[in-house]
């Protein structure tokens, strides 16, 4: 997968940048930046093309996901991230999944479908990836969820129900709300980056 790393502080987390729909590997570096400048960055470019535009897993419309293929690159990320961490050497238990849109679909996922899959997880504007699924148990895992309350693309409900289901894992769910749409903002970025600093690193 296409992507770019970058080594930080020793014993840092590793955070694990996943970008929304149309965007790179560039994309999320800045907000990376606000969240911990001693970490170390994994940064991937999803595999799928829709128009032209990047994404991690197919679409059958807006907001129905292609479950078949979700799975399929859920695993395909699972695994690329296993093997970055043997390339590069860092700790494979300390991965932090910061994603938007799509990016943040694809990191929910990982959370449904693989236990110990990330230490933590920024969402910003998830959908819930599957329904009527079993979800690992999430124990001792942190998860912040940054929402707009006026989100066309993620209704209000969406983001309850996903918080409702990470919780009943056993996730620690933080949700913070804005007045916005499905944009991302710098005040769901300082609550991410806070919310990091006191319950993830």
Same mark, same amino acid.
């Given at each position: ?13 590793? #955070?694990?940048?996943? +970008? ?8 999320? #570096?800045?907000? &990376? ?5 001693? &970490?170390?960055v #994994? ?5 799928v ?10 679409? %059958?419309? !807006?907001?129905?996901f292609? /479950?078949?293929?979700?799975? *399929? ?6 695994? *690329?991230?296993?093997?970055? @961490? ?14 938007? =849109?799509?990016? @943040? ?6 959370? *449904? +479908?693989?236990?110990? $899959?990330?230490?933590?997880? #920024?969402?910003? +504007? ?12 999430? +124990?001792?895992? =942190?998860? *912040?969820?940054? &929402? ?12 309850? /129900?996903? $918080?409702?289901? %990470?919780? !009943? &894992?056993? @996730? ?5 709300? !804005?007045h ?18 006191d319950?993830?690193?």
């Open positions: 997968m296409k992507h770019i790393f970058k080594e930080g502080k020793q014993d840092a987390p590793v #955070l694990l940048l996943l +970008h929304g729909t149309g965007g790179t590997e560039e994309d999320l #570096l800045e907000v &990376a930046k606000m969240i911990d400048e001693d &970490a170390s #994994l940064s991937v470019r999803g595999n093309s829709e128009n032209g535009m990047p994404r991690y897993f197919r679409r %059958l419309a !807006e907001g129905v292609d /479950e078949e293929d979700l799975i *399929f690159r859920t695993k395909e990320l699972y695994e *690329f991230i296993d093997e970055s @961490a043997e390339q590069y050497g860092f700790d494979r238990s300390n991965v932090v999944a910061v994603g938007y =849109s799509n990016g @943040a679909n694809i990191a929910g996922s990982l959370l *449904f +479908h693989y236990e110990n $899959s990330l230490k933590g997880a #920024l969402l910003h +504007h998830p959908m819930v990836p599957r329904k009527s699924v079993e979800i690992p148990n999430l +124990h001792g895992q =942190s998860v *912040f969820i940054g &929402a707009g309350a006026n989100d066309p693309i993620c209704a209000p409900e969406e983001t309850e /129900e996903l $918080s409702k289901l %990470l919780e !009943e &894992a056993g @996730a620690d769910v933080h949700v913070q709300w !804005e916005s749409g499905h944009q991302l903002t710098i005040e769901e970025v300082k609550g991410a980056a806070a919310f990091y600093k319950n993830i690193k």
